[in-house]
């Protein structure tokens, strides 16, 4: 199954600024679809954080940002605060395979 | 508002079947795809499969074919996910989740639904 490739972590300061990641392929970020970003603490379901590449749901602070270009995408974290610390999982949708694909999610820690 | 309410933890043995619910309140029930999404313990987000709740038209992923069925009650505004075959490695947390009318993007998790495989 294709899937999206991400970094297993990231970590910075509070106060600091990270970005996460998204790798895909022809097939998918790079044939056009968007990318999707969620957001899960241990022992709860994931929420999204990001649409459409760049676009925040009502109520996700403007510390975070998105962006997609080729056959990646990025997530930014600005202002890095203790309660940013969680699973950070990009999605997307494969044309090949008419499949929803996950990355394999990467873990924030803010040191 | 919006609420996805699964079925509560299961505990099944090598070979059963499993069959989890999602039942769905706070806006129309057939405007929105339910999608099945699940995870190992420690393990990524896999998608398994999704169902046009207005029409009952289904895809599942191809590491699920043949032991995969997902169906929907729309009398009962609730989606499930069967899954037969179970092994150790089916042992995880099941998520169903809302796709947005547009895009493939979830807008809404139900809290998800443990089940575990063991002798």
């Known amino acids: 199954q294709s899937v999206l490739t991400q970094p297993p972590s990231v970590s910075g300061a509070p106060g600091q600024r990270v970005t996460i990641f998204c790798t895909g392929s022809s097939s998918n970020i790079g044939a056009g679809y968007e990318v999707n970003w969620y957001q899960q603490f241990p022992g709860t379901a994931p929420k999204l954080l990001m649409y459409?590449?760049?676009n925040r749901p009502s109520g996700v602070p403007n510390r975070f940002s998105g962006s997609k270009s080729g056959t990646s995408a990025s997530l930014a974290i600005t202002g890095l605060q203790a309660e940013d610390e969680a699973d950070y999982y990009c999605q997307s949708f494969d044309g090949s395979l008419r499949d929803v694909i996950f990355g394999g999610g990467t873990k924030l820690a803010v040191l | 508002q919006v609420q996805l309410v699964q079925s509560g933890a299961e505990v099944k043995k090598p070979g059963a079947s499993v069959k989890v619910s999602c039942k769905a309140s706070g806006y129309t029930f057939g405007r929105f795809a339910i999608h099945w999404v699940r995870q190992a313990p420690g393990h990524r987000l896999e998608w398994m499969g999704w169902i046009n709740a207005a029409n009952g038209k289904v895809h599942y992923s191809q590491n699920f074919l043949g032991r995969v069925t997902i169906t929907r009650d729309t009398s009962a505004n609730t989606a499930y996910l069967d899954l037969s075959g179970l092994t150790s490695e089916d042992t995880a947390m099941y998520y169903c989740?809302?796709?947005?009318?547009?895009?493939?993007?979830?807008?809404?998790w139900g809290q998800g639904t443990l089940v575990t495989v063991s002798s």
């Open positions: 459409d590449n760049n």
């Open positions: 989740a809302r796709m947005y009318t547009t895009g493939w993007r979830f807008d809404y």
